[in-house]
C-alpha cells in the first residue's frame, strides 16, 4: 500500500467503516516518524508482519499530535494495494 493513500484518523474521531468507501481499518501504534519538508511519513506496528506507512502533512500530523507510541486508526481503500512477491 502505498503510504499517499492511507489516511490515519484519531481513535475516537474515525468515521465507522460503513460510512466511508475506505473500508480496510487498522488500529496501529506509532513507531516511526521521518519529516520532510512539508510532509510527514508515519510508521505504524498494525500487527502484522509489515508495517503501514502513512503520508500526513505537517498540519495533519500536529492536528493528529502523531508521535512514537499514539495509537491512530489507519485506513484505505482496496484500489491501493498492489501484490509483491515476499523475497
Do not use: I
Request: net charge negative; charged share 25%.
Amino acid at each position: 500500500v502505498r503510504a499517499d493513500t492511507v489516511t490515519l484518523h484519531d481513535r475516537e474521531g474515525a468515521p465507522p467503516a460503513t460510512e466511508t468507501s475506505a473500508r480496510n481499518r487498522f488500529e496501529g501504534t506509532v513507531v516511526g516518524l521521518t519529516d520532510g519538508e512539508s510532509v510527514r511519513t508515519v510508521t505504524l506496528d498494525v500487527g502484522t508482519d509489515c508495517q503501514l506507512a502513512a503520508l500526513v502533512t505537517s498540519q495533519s500530523s500536529r492536528e493528529l499530535d502523531l508521535q512514537t507510541g499514539r495509537t491512530v486508526v489507519a485506513s484505505f481503500k482496496t484500489t491501493a494495494t498492489r501484490a509483491t512477491p515476499r523475497g
